[in-house]
């Protein structure tokens, strides 16, 4: 038993280091980060409990190594203990934010059991290390692959998943953006490694010049940079500690490398054209956001807003300029800066300790080696490409969001180094040898926790079969949408997102029918799913939205429907204070409701936060002419088609306009471009022909 428990622990690691940057699964919605999370969290637990029950079990003593880094790494993980538990979106805290899932509490917990798991139980980081590239080799070769486009040929020959056909396809992130990061960490550790290693090294060598063709290819300015300040930090290292100064042609490697990457940085063209971009948030937008949320209240301030909530810091926080950018209409459920998420997630506890993680391990690192007058390259032949490859990841977190490979690559990188500073640990025992009582506890312990993670086996089982039938419901249309819908409520209740899609499945179906006792019975169903959506997850702005949006449809025949929508985009409001669709859509429901007033107020605050919106500027000139303020209409409509040339309503009415005004030939001007538009509507050709006429 004690062998077997050893093995788990030690293969559960190596399949892990393995296969992190290589898994995916195409049965889900997401196909790369829920499948990571998943593999990440059962394999971890089932080494943590493999680790404590061989202690417990078979040597009757805990026996584990105690470093200076522990407490810190203890504190961090506590503090997003407490981020959770008073998070404004629990699920997401636990989880990660649906359609992300790599920013949760269990993901992250999993991580802090899989460092103190490589830290007291792997014997030697060597085999790790070579897993670790051999594993990134075959993500390199698949990169390449997807951008020659040779899966589709293969396809043709076997069937591949349809993701796997994408130029941009690669399983370490689904972007090319995060899959260059994941490349400039690696050309840095193989930097490290091959200033230490002595002989040919051509797999090395071969690892380091296709990993940096791909990189050329893709051409992301963050993972240049990456690679100019690790590796300028480490030519500047290693000059002022002397230790190639027998052999200083050693630093040429990374010097060239530097060079390279000050080079590409300016250029920013791609290699191959037409590669799809993965929009990312800007680095000050991100900053704006994570102060915002740490400094809204005492609460924020300490513990943040909830780890795995950026979502809610977004759509909450995001400054008006934003909505001049052509990417405003994206809610972004992550930052383009990992620190700038840990300060409004997590506050600046979260932050602090995050910082203080990474800067008493530098220390313990700078301390242990100062003694040196050099390092000897082959006693040491690991800490300098540790040491370099954690910078790294600690600059890609300062430039780049955090996805489940660059999380794992951090804390596996920690752990290999500080297990390589062997001088900082002493090992902790606590015998229960002749304490048969305290022997009966820690087994009891042991026992819940193997409980405990069997049910979150079963649960997380659950939550996947869920997810697998929401992603079939996606190519279905109908009753077979809703029942398939209704299988993934059933199997996850408690998830928002499924009972949002499942209240909208069943609105699209009552306004296909024509039996009333059917469409009010699709209709009730709506609104109560919407509703729990709602209950589920009070501060998502998109569910709110959504119920609007549900309340909004069914207005012409369910009495107080209305009412409700407006009640509804109010909330949504509250939590996304400038986003002027919400204002333009709470206004078109005043108009519904006979409040002009207030219909034309919510324009005028849409229109306060986004000046050119065309949708507020089309419905204010719909008030002025339905007030027969007829030149305030024109000119609210001549914005409208400056904004938006082919706006087909909005050359209508300025036609009408100018009708009512007697200046038939703009009239004749604005209905032929309507009749452009809309070859052979009838309508049109009338409305033209009488105006020739007159």
């Known amino acids: ?157 076997v069937p591949l998943p349809r993701l796997m056909l994408s130029r941009t396809f690669n399983p370490v992130a689904g972007s090319l953006e995060g899959l260059a990061i994941f490349l400039a960490v690696v050309l840095v550790f193989l930097t490290g490694l091959l200033l230490v290693r002595k002989g040919k090294n051509i797999l090395y060598w071969l690892l380091l010049i296709t990993s940096l063709g791909l990189l050329v290819m893709i051409d992301f300015i963050w993972a240049w940079i990456i690679i100019l300040v690790s590796l300028v930090l480490l030519v500047g290292f290693a000059i002022w500690r002397r230790i190639f100064r027998e052999n200083v042609n050693r630093l040429l490697i990374p010097v060239f490398l530097i060079i390279i990457a000050a080079f590409c940085i300016p250029w920013q063209s791609q290699f191959i054209s037409g590669l799809p971009r993965e929009q990312v948030l800007e680095q000050q937008t991100s900053w704006q956001i994570g102060f915002k949320a740490a400094t809204d209240n005492v609460k924020s301030g300490f513990l943040g807003s909830g780890i795995g909530t950026f979502h809610y810091d977004f759509s909450q926080y995001k400054p008006l300029e934003f ?17 700038s998420e840990i300060l409004g997630q997590m506050g600046f506890l979260g932050i602090i300790s995050y910082l203080g993680l990474i800067g008493v391990f530098l220390i313990i690192f700078w301390f242990l080696t100062s003694g040196f007058k050099s390092f000897n390259l082959k006693s040491q032949s690991l800490q300098l490409p540790l040491l370099v490859g954690f910078i790294a990841l600690v600059v890609s977190q300062l430039v780049y969001y955090q996805n489940t490979v660059l999380a794992f690559m951090f804390w596996l990188f920690l752990a290999m180094a500080v297990f390589s500073l062997s001088k900082p640990a002493s090992e902790k025992v606590i015998s229960f040898k002749d304490f048969p009582e305290l022997s009966l506890i820690f087994s009891t312990l042991v026992i819940i926790l193997g409980m405990a993670i069997l049910t979150m086996y079963f649960y997380g089982g659950k939550f996947y079969l869920a997810d697998m039938k929401y992603k079939d419901s996606l190519s279905l249309t109908g009753t077979q949408r809703i ?107 005043h108009l519904v409701a006979g409040n002009t007033e ?77 009749l452009e538009l809309n070859p052979g509507n009838q309508d049109i050709i009338d409305k033209l022909n009488q105006l020739r006429a007159e």
Do not use: C
């Open 1 to 157: 038993m004690h062998s077997l428990l050893n093995r788990i622990v030690k293969y559960s690691i190596y399949v892990l280091v393995a296969l992190v940057p290589l898994f995916f699964l195409p049965f889900s919605f997401e196909a790369f980060e829920f499948s990571k999370q998943y593999l990440l969290f059962f394999l971890v637990s089932l080494a943590f409990f493999a680790w404590l029950a061989k202690m417990v079990f078979h040597d009757k003593e805990l026996r584990f190594r105690q470093t200076p880094l522990n407490l810190f790494v203890l504190a961090f993980l506590g503090v997003a203990i407490l981020s959770a538990i008073f998070s404004i979106d629990k699920v997401s805290s636990l989880f990660g934010f649906y359609g992300r899932f790599s920013n949760g509490l269990v993901g992250l917990l999993s991580l802090g059991a899989l460092y103190f798991l490589v830290l007291n139980s792997v014997k030697d980081i060597k085999g790790l290390v070579r897993v670790f590239l051999g594993s990134s080799l075959v993500v390199v070769i698949m990169g390449y692959f997807s951008i020659f486009g040779i899966w589709a040929k293969i396809s043709s020959l």
């Open 323 to 339: 909505n001049q950018s052509w990417l405003w209409q994206i809610r972004f459920d992550r930052a383009g800066s990992y620190f």
């Open 483 to 589: 029942k398939t819908l209704e299988r993934s409520v059933s199997l996850n209740p408690r998830f928002s997102f499924y009972r949002m899609a499942l209240s909208k499945a069943y609105l699209v179906e009552a306004l296909t029918l024509e039996d009333s006792t059917e469409i009010q019975s699709m209709i009730s169903k709506s609104i109560d799913q919407g509703r729990v959506a709602t209950q589920l997850g009070p501060n998502s702005v998109r569910n709110w939205e959504a119920l609007g949006i549900v309340y909004r449809e069914i207005g012409p025949v369910a009495q107080g429907a209305t009412e409700w929508g407006i009640k509804s985009f109010e909330k949504a409001i509250e939590l996304e204070p400038t986003n002027p669709v919400l204002y333009t859509e709470l206004g078109k429901l």
């Open 598 to 674: 207030k219909a034309r107020e919510n324009f005028g605050k849409a229109l306060e936060k986004k000046s050119n919106y065309v949708e507020a500027l089309f419905q204010l000139g719909l008030i002025y002419f339905n007030n027969n303020q007829v030149d305030q209409a024109i000119e609210q409509f001549t914005r409208v088609v400056a904004q938006a040339a082919n706006h087909s309503n909005a050359h209508y009415s300025l036609g009408v306009a100018y009708t009512v005004k007697g200046e038939k030939e703009k009239a004749i001007k604005e209905f032929e471009k309507v």
